[in-house]
């Protein structure tokens, strides 16, 4: 079964994602934790985009750097670990595409770039962009490119698009109230994981 959780930054998918991994392992059976980007080639190269590395490819680049990744990922790992049986738990997948990269690129250009296999169950974490910036301010470090208000309004309204039309031709997504404890997040989560 393949589990994505999903939600602005500063919604905690990270936390939940790990959470999610370590209650899964527990019940028995293979688990494969993963993120996107990856920690692979390509994924190595989109975070030196997001942090404005001057040497690194433009912005205009990334729609395209983040689909070579996810490609990339799914060859070499989502696949082989559906295929065995194992939970694969992805923090991040296509909808974060179909959200971030829309603010640079069509929608549909985005979608296009984007056929690549439904997950089993979607979990949107849902946090206030207040709250996230709260968040992202508290955790310190530097910021990367999404990480300011403007930009998380624009890509909150747009996960909301993309979640109706991914909902409309057939997937499956659980919205999650993200403002509670990490404890409560997480058994709301875990209670739906069949
Ligand atoms: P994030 O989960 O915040 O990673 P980290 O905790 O290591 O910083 O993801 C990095 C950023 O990449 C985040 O702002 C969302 C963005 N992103 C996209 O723009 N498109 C994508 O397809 C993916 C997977 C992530």
Redesign the pocket.
């Known amino acids: 079964m393949f589990l994505v959780l999903e939600g602005l930054?500063g919604a905690g998918?990270?936390t939940q994602s790990e959470r999610l991994v370590a209650a899964l392992r527990a019940r028995g059976g293979e688990v494969v934790q993963t993120?996107?980007?990856t920690d692979g080639p390509v994924g190595l190269i989109?975070?030196d985009v997001?942090r404005g590395d001057q040497r690194a490819p433009s912005v205009e680049t990334?729609p395209w750097l983040?689909a070579a990744d996810?490609a990339d990922h799914l060859t070499r790992k989502v696949e082989p670990a559906l295929r065995r049986g194992a939970y694969v738990v992805s923090?991040?997948?296509?909808h974060?595409?179909l959200a971030?990269?829309s603010l640079t690129l069509p929608l549909e250009k985005v979608a296009a770039l984007n056929d690549f296999r439904s997950p089993h169950i979607t979990f949107f974490l849902d946090v206030p962009v207040d709250e996230c910036l709260a968040r992202i301010t508290k955790r310190g470090g530097e910021r990367?490119i999404?990480?300011q208000r403007d930009k998380l309004e624009r890509i909150a309204a747009a996960y909301d698009k993309v979640l109706d039309l991914v909902e409309q031709r057939g997937e499956t997504v659980i919205r999650i109230d993200g403002t509670g404890t990490p404890k409560d997040v997480h058994e709301a989560i875990l209670a739906a994981v069949p």
């Open positions: 930054d998918t990270t993120r996107e980007p989109i975070r997001l990334l983040f996810r923090d991040r997948y296509y974060s595409s971030y990269q990367e999404y990480e």
